[in-house]
């Protein structure tokens, strides 16, 4: 079964300095990998995903994240944090199928200071 | 792009009673819907998969006869929270997968308080 871990439950960074959210997974199987950010009592939004194509992708609002196998790391950074980056952001895991269940991270809170 | 619609956003309701929880797929066929539930800062817990025409998949330690999963057509799959009380106030999340490389449309949502 996968399973995600995300190192460090609080995450703090300046404005302007480097963001950089860890999650590691675990699968039997190829993973489809999520990053998910989540504001104070709304739904999900996706941030990005790895579906087996190529091994640094690209989101949205500046975020990337690159897969390595021999890690089985999926890291979240962004060169620059904005105010607007605080929030929750969960890693998840899927066993590279289309119609499997996405299991999530305990979630990573990202505080910004001014 | 593809869209689930999730109703209602909020609900408070008198313990003993049962809510129910719609999440429609507006514009894609959602052949399979998970429902996960979220308690105050914690990750979202997978509950159960519904499957268009077939019976709910539960997870362990979730009572099925408690949270009811119909998934009577291709675009709609409902929850129902029997007999509710306070320790199911939670936040109660749908997600459909969308087809192959397309990943997983979420509902908004459902922050369900029992009194």
């Known amino acids: 079964a996968q399973s995600v871990t995300q190192l460090g439950s609080h995450v703090s960074v300046s404005e302007g300095a480097l963001v950089l959210l860890r999650c590691n997974y675990s699968?039997?199987?190829?993973?489809?990998l999520f990053w998910y950010v989540q504001y104070p009592n709304q739904g999900l939004q996706l941030l990005l995903k790895y579906t087996s194509a190529a091994t640094l992708v690209k989101g949205i609002n500046g975020f990337e994240a690159e897969f390595k196998k021999s890690e089985t790391s999926f890291h979240l950074t962004k060169p620059s944090a904005h105010m607007s980056d605080a929030a929750e952001y969960f890693c998840?895991?899927?066993?590279?199928?289309?119609?499997?269940?996405?299991?999530f991270g305990p979630g990573t809170s990202l505080s910004v200071i001014p | 792009g593809a869209v689930v619609s999730q109703h209602p956003s909020w609900v408070i309701c008198k313990s003993g009673t049962s809510v129910k929880i719609e999440c429609r797929s507006l514009d894609f066929q959602a052949t399979t819907m998970f429902w996960y539930r979220q308690f105050p800062k914690q990750s979202l817990m997978l509950m159960a998969t519904?499957?268009?025409?077939?019976?709910?998949?539960?997870e362990q330690g979730v009572e099925k006869d408690k949270f009811l999963i119909n998934h009577a057509s291709l675009t709609l799959s409902t929850l129902t929270v029997t007999s509710a009380h306070p320790e199911d106030s939670s936040f109660y999340i749908c997600?459909?997968?969308?087809?192959?490389?397309?990943?997983?449309?979420f509902g908004s949502g459902t922050r369900l308080t029992v009194v």
């Open positions: 519904s499957n268009e025409g077939s019976k709910a998949t539960y």
């Open positions: 699968s039997s199987v190829p993973p489809y």
């Open positions: 998840a895991v899927s066993e590279g199928t289309s119609y499997d269940k996405v299991i």
């Open positions: 997600s459909a997968p969308r087809g192959q490389g397309y990943g997983y449309t």
